[in-house]
């Protein structure tokens, strides 16, 4: 039986965006394929909020991520860290052999603006890594508030880790400064996991160009030089497959509204939120919960894994907690394509489950 999927990433995709995947071949060097692509990166661009360039690369976020760290830090990089993916980023400067440093706090907190503007005024730094929204810990950063420090330093480039908060929540490129915003197919834009999407600007272009160790595959001023002079074509053969099913899944997207989509997200946040409170509690600072992950306080000890075996027979599937939070916690995903009749489906499942009424 298939179980839907209420993990976050990969999450439950719709059925007629799974078919888009089957549409038959083309030549990834074809006009149809530029035109495909070039279709994406307008419609990207709607949902990013940018007017600037979109790079779209065949590997999961990760690797744009890397591709960013490598890519824009010429003196240090600065990388703040709330929890598991963060913590991902600094490791990723650290074994490519570029200079950062690692700001972190407890699981369950967020960064404020203040430990930003501390790093950097001391100069030491020209990019920095945020985390938007840290999906071990269901927290949401600040974002705004952590831009306005930012803009006071006009040399650092600014990067952010969005996969698992793009196309769930706003987040505003260009007003917020964002130089990379990353994200992932398998998460809020609702697609299997196999493409990775960022904003690129002109000031993280010309930091770039100033670069000599970029790597190859995932070299961004590559893709980006690539796409100009190729009408949107990718320099290695990209999945056309994804393609097709992100064109189709941002038409979806648009038709919907982007603010009909974030307010669908929030008011799904808020009621997994209220049943938390009424049944565990919440885990983390209650000023900076996600809006599409929400991480449980398993109050009661139960056994998180016994709770998804049953609702496995059910045809569900919630995540565990992160990491050294396992059983701590557990996380229930709200993105992408659910709906609040989703969610009161499977909250009334593991009420049953559990014997909570
Ligand atoms: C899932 C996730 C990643 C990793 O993305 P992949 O597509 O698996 O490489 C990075 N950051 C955050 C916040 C995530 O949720």
């Not at 992932?184 to 100033?210: M, V, Y």
Request: charged fraction near 25%; charge should be neutral.
């Amino acid at each position: 039986m298939h179980k839907k999927l209420f993990i976050p990433g990969p999450v439950e995709v719709r059925k007629d965006v799974l078919e888009k995947m089957a549409t038959p071949m083309i030549g990834h060097r074809s006009k149809d394929a530029s035109a495909l692509q070039r279709g994406i990166s307008d419609k990207l661009r709607k949902v990013f909020y940018t007017k600037e360039e979109i790079l779209l690369s065949t590997s999961s976020g990760s690797g744009l991520m890397e591709g960013a760290i490598r890519c824009t830090t010429k003196k240090r990089a600065a990388v703040f860290s709330i929890g598991a993916f963060g913590k991902r980023w600094y490791e990723m400067a650290k074994f490519n052999n570029v200079p950062a440093d690692l700001f972190a706090v407890e699981m369950g907190e967020a960064i404020t603006p203040e430990m930003v503007d501390d790093a950097l005024s001391t100069g030491k730094y020209d990019s920095i890594f945020v985390t938007h929204n840290e999906t071990s810990t269901g927290i949401m950063n600040p974002i705004e508030e952590i831009a306005e420090v930012v803009k006071k330093y006009p040399e650092v480039v600014f990067c952010i880790d969005a996969v698992s908060s793009a196309a769930g929540s706003k987040i505003e490129v260009d007003k917020l400064g964002i130089d990379i915003c990353v994200t992932s197919s398998q998460k809020a834009i609702g697609l299997p996991p196999g493409l990775a999407i960022c904003t690129f600007s002109k000031k993280a272009l010309e930091r770039a160009k100033t670069i000599e160790f970029r790597g190859y595959y995932l070299d961004l001023l590559q893709l980006y030089n690539f796409i100009q002079k190729k009408d949107y074509q990718y320099p290695s053969t990209p999945s056309i497959s994804h393609m097709y099913a992100l064109d189709y899944a941002l038409d979806l997207m648009l038709e919907e509204g982007l603010d009909n989509r974030f307010n669908r997200h929030i008011e799904m946040a808020k009621y997994v939120r209220a049943w938390a409170k009424k049944y565990f509690d919440l885990f983390g600072d209650e000023k900076h919960l996600s809006n599409t992950v929400t991480a449980i306080k398993n109050t009661r000890g139960i056994s998180v894994a016994d709770l998804n075996k049953e609702l496995g027979k059910r045809g569900f599937a919630i995540s565990n907690g992160y990491g050294d939070l396992k059983e701590k916690t557990f996380r229930i995903a709200h993105m992408a394509e659910m709906t609040l009749d989703d969610i009161k489906e499977l909250l009334e499942n593991i009420e049953d489950i559990l014997n909570l009424k």
